[in-house]
């Protein structure tokens, strides 16, 4: 089980960083930021620093998943269902359910050792979504969150607050 997250944390590094290399230009942006203190659970207040990225949007159009993991192969997933839309002053709460039936979630994996967390309280912030300065097919989304999350059995809980910044995605 291990391995296979490691293959997959691999596989999608390897994606991100090939793409990556395709859309440099040197905008005006200051580039792609995240930063969030975890603690509780397997996290004793871990400070989660970006390393790999990547931001897809629904095949309904309507959701957002953005996938981070950072150099120690911890990864934080976050989908945001289309409930109140993507502009900036939009709070996304967790758990809530749209009319599509999608729900907003975090979760939260940890490698080291093996956990898995989700997201039962708390929002997310949208402070932020603007087009990009030098591509106008796609946008650069900012926010800020304060999420609890929890095992699946709720016995073991965790605290995640933090923000992100100028996360790119195809409109």
Same mark, same amino acid.
């Given at each position: 089980?291990?391995?296979?997250?490691?293959?997959?944390?691999?596989?999608?590094?390897?994606?991100?960083?090939?793409?990556?290399? *395709?859309?440099?230009?040197?905008?005006?942006?200051?580039?792609?930021?995240?930063?969030?203190?975890?603690?509780?659970?397997?996290?004793?207040?871990?400070?989660?620093?970006?390393?790999?990225?990547?931001?897809?949007?629904?095949?309904?159009?309507?959701?957002?998943?953005?996938?981070?993991?950072?150099?120690?192969?911890?990864?934080?997933?976050?989908?945001?269902?289309?409930?109140?839309?993507?502009?900036?002053?939009?709070?996304?709460?967790?758990?809530?359910? *749209?009319?599509?039936?999608?729900?907003?979630?975090?979760?939260?994996?940890?490698? +080291?050792?093996?956990? +898995?967390?989700?997201?039962?309280?708390?929002?997310?912030?949208?402070?932020?979504?603007?087009?990009?300065?030098?591509?106008? +097919?796609?946008?650069?989304?900012?926010?800020?969150?304060?999420?609890?999350?929890?095992?699946?059995?709720?016995?073991?809980?965790?605290?995640?607050?933090?923000?992100?910044?100028?996360?790119?995605?195809?409109?």
């Amino acid at each position: 089980m291990k391995s296979l997250r490691l293959i997959y944390t691999l596989f999608l590094s390897m994606i991100i960083m090939s793409c990556s290399s *395709d859309d440099v230009n040197n905008d005006a942006s200051e580039g792609p930021e995240f930063q969030a203190t975890i603690n509780g659970g397997t996290f004793s207040n871990y400070s989660f620093k970006l390393g790999v990225y990547d931001v897809v949007k629904g095949t309904n159009g309507t959701t957002l998943k953005i996938i981070m993991a950072d150099k120690n192969g911890k990864q934080i997933t976050l989908f945001l269902n289309s409930s109140g839309g993507f502009k900036s002053g939009a709070v996304k709460q967790m758990g809530d359910v *749209d009319s599509d039936k999608f729900r907003t979630y975090v979760e939260i994996k940890d490698n +080291q050792p093996s956990a +898995q967390y989700f997201s039962q309280s708390g929002s997310l912030k949208i402070t932020n979504n603007r087009e990009h300065p030098s591509n106008s +097919q796609k946008s650069l989304i900012s926010a800020e969150f304060n999420i609890v999350a929890s095992t699946v059995d709720g016995k073991t809980s965790i605290t995640m607050k933090g923000s992100f910044n100028d996360l790119e995605f195809v409109k």
